[in-house]
């Protein structure tokens, strides 16, 4: 069965860097775009950007332009959610989603990473 | 960006009976291209309904979509105690993607 599946939980301090993972299986990871999804604590769900592992084209949603970076690597099947400095207002859970289509709709879900950040 | 708002924020229902969910959509959804997840505490969320009508693979056919434009309702004809959760539409019609703030279905 498809499957994604996230690094651990994390727990870092303002300033730090971070880098969060998504490992696909049983699916032709490089043809599916693959989105990433934000929920702070209590709060409901904000989309971040999608990426085509293929060829690492990659849609951000304005509110995420220039705040994360997203990549993939499509020889591992892993995609990517990238902080140069945290801040504590990125503390949230963080999810990536296969995208069906042409990047519509998450169909699959990785059971989520948890990022706190604090001093 | 296209705003979506769902209603009612809270519906207490009992196992058993009709949830009619609401999504309301500040422009018209392009395509009726209109997704609905269910959430439960502490999970990923879980893909219901696509394309306002269309049902995910393995979902119960007590849930169902409907609407089209502006308006779209996500119905549960027979709620199982396992139904209850937070609820999300998602439009995917115009870029950028949103999402509605959620209804909570809890048990009355």
């Known amino acids: 069965e498809e499957q994604l599946v996230q690094s651990g939980a994390e727990v870092k301090k303002p300033g730090e860097s971070l880098k969060i993972s998504c490992k696909g299986s049983e699916f032709s990871f490089s043809n599916y775009w693959i989105g990433w999804v934000r929920q702070m604590p209590g709060k409901g769900l904000e989309w971040m950007g999608i990426i085509w592992p293929g060829d690492s084209d990659i849609t951000y949603s304005p509110s995420f332009q220039g705040q994360v970076t997203i990549s993939a690597d499509k020889s591992t099947s892993t995609a990517y959610l990238q902080w140069n400095s945290l801040k504590a207002t990125d503390t949230a859970m963080y999810y990536c989603?296969?995208?069906?289509?042409?990047?519509?709709?998450?169909?699959?879900w990785g059971q989520g990473s948890l990022v706190p950040v604090s001093s | 960006e296209i705003v979506l708002t769902q209603s009612p924020g809270t519906l207490s229902l009992s196992p058993g009976e009709r949830a009619t969910l609401s999504c309301r959509a500040s422009q018209s959804v392009s395509s009726n291209h209109l997704a609905w997840y269910q959430q439960k505490p502490g999970q990923a969320p879980r893909l219901l309904i696509y394309a306002a009508t269309s049902r995910a693979t393995g979902i119960p056919d007590r849930f169902s979509g409907s609407g089209s434009g502006t308006d779209f309702t996500l119905t549960i004809s027979r709620l199982e105690p396992e139904d209850f959760a937070m609820f999300y539409c998602q439009q995917y019609g115009t870029s950028p993607w949103t999402f509605g703030q959620g209804t909570k279905v809890e048990i009355k």
């Open positions: 989603a296969r995208m069906a289509g042409s990047g519509s709709y998450g169909d699959y």
